[in-house]
């Protein structure tokens, strides 16, 4: 009876955490002051096809499309034709750069007024352009018939539709750290890998209870424009099969743990009117076919 007791009492203070972890209009939009809000887990597929050409040695050219699905394959999610170069001085060091024009669907909400005065809540669904442009340097080393592989890459997103400045940085700039290791089995065509991915935002803006008078609020900013944070972990597994030497196929699980915080405000006044940490897991089956030149 006193262990039933124990976890009652452990119950309802975990109870009370998270009736505590509620945004409240009325204090500072904090990390602790935030909305909860959790997306679940989705089912995802990419499917994609590159080319790649080489113009002289260590110096090559590729093009690719690819399309993505969410929603356990229900519907299209994205659509991403990229360009880039790459340039590999050294076996152990590659420099690269690419950029990519994204379709993607999108769907949000508006508060409109109608005949009667009242406010409703509108879902608008569409799809959006975005401009992708990504800068990365990969290291590698080889023990054996394993290969290590560090890519450092920056990522600019720059978006096309209008956006308030202070629920959205444009663009937004990350950095994704991607540490890999493959395993060249011999007398195979077979290449397994493993990696592990973070995302690091750059310029993640922190939330302001107005926007328009920051001057004359209950609380004052005095930190740093921008609060950075982890906004993807992601691990995966797969394997490349060399079809010959023109034809590759890489076969891949992924799993993404995703997080990001969302500030909403009111556009004629500029007050905070919604605060939220969004958080979700997609697990991701891919195939990417590659034919090079």
């Keep these: 009876m006193r262990k039933f007791r124990y976890l009652l009492a452990l119950l309802a203070l975990v109870s009370s955490s998270s009736a505590f972890a509620q945004w409240n209009p009325d204090l500072p939009p904090t990390r602790e002051n935030i909305n909860q809000v959790d997306k679940g887990d989705d089912i995802q597929g990419r499917l994609r096809a590159t080319i790649e050409i080489p113009v002289f040695k260590n110096f090559s050219v590729e093009v690719s499309e690819q399309v993505r699905l969410k929603d356990t394959f229900g519907q299209v999610d994205k659509f991403v034709t990229s360009v880039g170069v790459g340039y590999k001085p050294w076996k152990f060091l590659k420099f690269g750069a690419d950029y990519s024009f994204v379709n993607e669907r999108t769907s949000d909400t508006e508060e409109v007024e109608d005949d009667l005065g009242n406010i409703l809540t509108k879902e608008i669904k569409g799809w959006h352009n975005q401009h992708r442009f990504n800068v990365d340097v990969t290291g590698s080393v080889r023990f054996g018939d394993v290969k290590i592989s560090l890519r450092e890459r920056v990522r600019f997103n720059f978006r096309t539709d209008d956006v308030i400045k202070h629920e959205h940085a444009d663009p937004f700039i990350s950095l994704r750290s991607r540490l890999k ?38 609380w004052k900013d005095s930190g740093s424009k921008y609060d950075n944070y982890i906004n993807r972990i992601r691990v995966a597994a797969g394997t490349e099969f060399k079809i010959n030497n023109y034809n590759r196929i890489d076969f891949y699980y992924m799993c993404h743990f995703n997080t990001s915080y969302e500030a909403r405000y009111k556009n004629n006044k500029g007050d905070l009117k919604d605060w939220r940490k969004e958080k979700g897991i997609a697990h991701v089956i891919g195939i990417d076919y590659k034919f090079k030149l």
């Design 181 to 218: 290791f493959a395993y060249d089995l011999r007398n195979s065509r077979w290449e397994p890998y493993v990696f592990g991915e973070v995302y690091n935002t750059l310029n993640a803006l922190r939330p302001v209870e107005n926007y328009k008078n920051p001057n004359n609020v209950s």
